[in-house]
């Protein structure tokens, strides 16, 4: 399957926006989904996964009640909507699908994705 995130750019302190994940090729609905974020300098990171039907989540504790990841089947898409953004969430994000047997898994590991989207740019100004 072939990833294309969209939906970064610059926003202040408090902001929102709202990132999204277009698949293309095969079965999406196959696929549990999560976004990761690198900043300069440090480690690829999970921001929040999503099992294959959206009905289990996972958020990392520092974007917890912040953002919400959903995704829609029949449009081959996920997204990740990001309220109350700081500057520390300034950030490339990728989106990422893991091939899932179990449609209740999600997966919080890079390790566990075998697809990755190119990356969006998400800048926060203070």
């Known amino acids: 399957v072939q990833l294309q995130a969209s939906g970064g750019g610059l926003v202040q302190a408090g902001g929102s926006l709202r990132l999204s994940c277009e698949a293309f090729?095969?079965?999406?609905?196959?696929?549990?989904m999560g976004w990761f974020r690198q900043a300069p300098g440090k480690e690829r990171d999970i921001v929040a996964a999503?099992?294959?039907?959206?009905?289990?989540?996972y958020y990392a504790d520092s974007v917890e009640g912040r953002f919400t990841i959903s995704r829609d089947n029949s449009k081959n898409a996920l997204y990740l909507q990001m309220n109350s953004l700081s500057p520390d969430d300034t950030a490339v994000y990728y989106c990422?699908?893991?091939?899932?047997?179990?449609?209740?898994?999600?997966?919080?590991?890079?390790?566990?994705?075998?697809?990755w989207g190119q990356g969006t740019l998400v800048t926060v100004s203070s």
């Open positions: 090729g095969r079965t999406f609905s196959s696929y549990a």
């Open positions: 999503i099992s294959r039907t959206g009905y289990r989540t």
């Open positions: 990422a699908g893991g091939f899932a047997l179990d449609s209740g898994r999600v997966f919080s590991q890079i390790r566990d994705y075998d697809y």
